[in-house]
């Protein structure tokens, strides 16, 4: 099954609502602490059937240390994946991505210190239709 | 006055009769706005306006992709400008429907645009397609459906898109700049995304600023 981007849309749907608000964290941004890799976090709700994005942190939160994420789609028809960290789009660090399977995507990227709370991961897709598709999330609420 | 309690007299040398109230009700489109339906829609859209709310109804497949099919109900503007309204009702014919304020370089179906949306059930959204039948881009927002505020502005060649619970407070979605001409549509868009099926939507505290006259 293709992933077409209508679909790709609602199954990141949730994940921007989540990254979209900002706001405080739990966690510290005082850039003094580490948090340990997290488990698998769904990016978002599914409306096609098998269709589901997910990213996990596989390294620890550390600001200023190289971070890892992986970010997985059961369906790999999405062209390109691009994924950057910071407070916006444009100031953003964009991450070393590899493609390290069929809908599988490893992101490489040194965090800023201090690591501030509203800080997300920006996810930009391409569908195989050539529409792009953005979104975010919340680095500590991964 | 929209809205307004008349009533008719009439004098003559007999004397004279007043009639029994009437309301007067004004629809229709404010002085220089204009509507049409955009692209390739199955049912034709229509927009009036009725004692300062907005109805809106439009067919079309979406506003995606290089090409789009919706109702537009706008107006011309130039420079720098800005659009708010509050969506305060959306048919929701699909989960994609999409009710919000544009900012349009032409009214071709492939024009440049960018578009601050409530969608049926999938919260909201800024859309913008950055080359003329090209492909767009989509950033979500907050997973709010109608009642809520829409924004949309344009100082130089940057675009905000922000979105509003209660006109207060502001959730900026994204910025970003996009060429485009200094002369623009600037309305209310409105897309089934159920090509034939007419989706109503209504909008109130519907402003629009643009520090420059219209372009000609």
């Known amino acids: 099954m293709r992933l077409s981007l209508p679909v790709l849309l609602a199954s990141l749907l949730t994940l921007s609502a989540c990254g979209g608000g900002g706001g405080s964290s739990s966690s510290s941004s005082d850039g003094g602490g580490a948090t340990p890799a997290s488990g698998p976090v769904s990016l978002g709700t599914v409306i096609m059937p098998g269709v589901t994005l997910t990213a996990t942190r596989t390294s620890a939160l550390v600001p200023g240390a190289t971070a890892t994420f992986r970010v997985t789609s059961s369906d790999p028809g999405i062209a390109s994946l691009e994924v950057l960290i910071g407070v916006d789009w444009e100031t953003a660090q964009p991450a070393t991505v590899v493609t390290t399977g069929a809908g599988i995507w490893d992101a490489t990227v040194t965090l800023p210190n201090p690591l501030p709370a509203e800080a997300a991961m920006l996810v930009r897709i391409t569908g195989s239709d050539g529409n792009v598709c953005e979104t975010s999330r919340t680095v500590y609420r991964l | ?216």
């Open chain 2, 1 to 216: 006055m929209s809205g307004t309690q008349y009533r008719c007299v009439a004098t003559n040398s007999a004397g004279s009769a007043t009639s029994t109230a009437a309301t007067l009700t004004v629809s229709g489109l404010p002085t220089g706005w204009s509507t049409a339906d955009i692209g390739s829609v199955a049912a034709t859209g229509s927009a009036s306006v009725t004692n300062g709310v907005w109805t809106v109804t439009g067919s079309g497949a979406d506003i995606w992709g290089n090409a789009d099919g919706f109702r537009f109900v706008s107006l011309p503007a130039s420079g720098d400008l800005s659009i708010t309204a509050r969506v305060t009702g959306l048919t929701v014919t699909n989960a994609w429907a999409k009710a919000g304020v544009m900012v349009r370089e032409t009214t071709a179906a492939g024009s440049r645009n960018a578009f601050t949306c409530l969608t049926g059930s999938n919260g909201s959204s800024y859309q913008r397609r950055l080359s003329t039948n090209g492909k767009s881009t989509y950033t979500g927002g907050p997973a709010w459906s109608a009642p809520a505020w829409v924004r949309l502005e344009r100082v130089g060649a940057r675009f905000i898109s922000s979105v509003s619970a209660d006109g207060t407070t502001w959730t900026e979605i994204r910025r970003e700049n996009i060429t485009m001409n200094v002369a623009v549509q600037i309305g209310l868009a409105v897309t089934s995304h159920a090509n034939g099926q007419l989706c109503t939507a209504t909008f109130s505290n519907v402003t629009v600023i643009s520090t420059l006259p219209a372009a000609n």
